[in-house]
């Protein structure tokens, strides 16, 4: 559980794909939000619950503040699942959940809106850790998030389809950058006469 200690932030632009997600220790071969059910049949149901609870809890908070960003409502609400599963079951299987979340919900296309998710489910699990919120009410946390830019609310464009080279092309890009020419010879005179 090192990863609640660890200093959140962005992963740094131009990162290939495996890199970023290992800025958020994620692993897009993980389980499914299906398969993932199966091994906590009771703690899905609860999770599902909230899930839906959140959905409408962040409408709530976004409408409040008057706005209606796509991006915005998907911070908060993952913010807010997190930080609810963590306080209810604690972060380990809130991660799990909020990952399998992401494998069910998003194509690998969506890799920005992704990283977004995975970033605002991370600060969700830190803010639940953190005891000075422990009597506070999880909306409220949120919504201070939100308000002093703690959330991610926008799409990374370092991230965007357009910009993001693949593992292939990374590893081409390097291989073509050496030089193979070789530099001429050169020999110093006065080594050669003696």
Known sequence: MSWIRKT???????????EAYGHFNFDF???RKDTLSLFHPVRAKRVKDLEEQSQLDANTIIYQ???DDVHAHSAV???LWMYRITREFGPVLAKDFGDSYE???RTEDEF????LDLYNN???????????NVPRNDMEVIQEALNSG????TLDPAYSKERLLTEEEILRSKIFSFNFVEKPKTYNASLILK
């Open 8 to 18: 959140v932030q962005r992963p740094k632009p131009g990162l290939s794909k495996s």
């Open 29 to 31: 071969r993980g389980m």
């Open 65 to 67: 503040g008057n706005c």
């Open 77 to 79: 609400f993952h913010a």
């Open 103 to 105: 494998l069910t919900h």
């Open 112 to 115: 920005a809106e992704r990283l």
């Open 122 to 132: 991370w600060m969700g699990r830190v803010l639940a850790s953190d005891h000075e």
């Open 150 to 153: 703690i959330l991610q609310t």
